[in-house]
């Protein structure tokens, strides 16, 4: 836990943005209403931040950093309270908190009273959650558009989504170098259902939002941006007048 101090304490403070991906996962909900569900391998909870794009069609395949359960009887804690118990019973060894106490104590769970209160995140070589299976089951037979960003697609079983859609279902695969082409990803000339969008999620996530009519948007949520995102939106705003 105290490894994890700075990084739980700063997603509930939000120090880490929501990015113009999330974003425009965000608008592709709230302009279409045609989102089934968005699957990230991420832990961060940036998805969250988001808050038009309903928390069940989130699923968070390895964990969330902000869900937090006992692993002993499994009782969920809130996340705000989790947080005070940490900044109140968790040492900074990075020394950045000159409050934080000179020692550790253990945060028990409010129901069993085992100190075995954790981040409910997926270590490697342990099970997904229940969710994920399920909900790939009830989403992709239908899927006609699975939009794949920014990874690697190395890590199994996420990865299976690739393969796991229909034959009809039309592949987008955002990222800075082709990924998945062992998984059946075709990126020749003559690929019939997969496209390649090359480049920074950012980047490419902006010029399909711009295509779209949606800059307006955008620009409205300029201040919960990340710098580097909103510097990407005001210059495309600038060169687009």
Known sequence: ????????????????????????????????????????????SLDRQCKKIPPERIVSVHGSIAEVCCENCNHQADFDEFCDAVQFNIKDIYKLDAQAPKTSTHILCTKCQLPLVKPRTILFGRSLPSEFFERIQEDLPSMDLLIVAGTSLVVSPANSVIYSVPDT?????????????????????????????????????????????????????????????????????????
């Open 1 to 44: 836990m105290e490894v994890r101090r700075p990084f739980l304490l700063g997603t509930r403070e939000e120090t880490w943005k929501a990015t113009i991906a999330h974003r425009f996962v965000e608008l592709l909900h709230t302009k279409t209403n045609k989102l089934t569900r968005v699957y990230t391998q991420n832990i961060d």
């Open 169 to 241: 279902t039309i592949r987008v695969v955002v990222n800075r170098e082709p990924v998945g082409a062992e998984l059946g990803i075709d990126y020749s000339v003559n690929a019939k259902r997969d496209f390649f969008a090359k480049g920074n999620c950012d980047e490419v996530f902006l010029e399909l939002i711009q295509h779209l009519g949606w800059m307006d948007d955008l620009i409205a949520i300029l201040d919960v941006l990340p710098p580097s995102s909103a510097s990407l939106v005001r210059q495309a705003a600038e060169e687009a007048t």
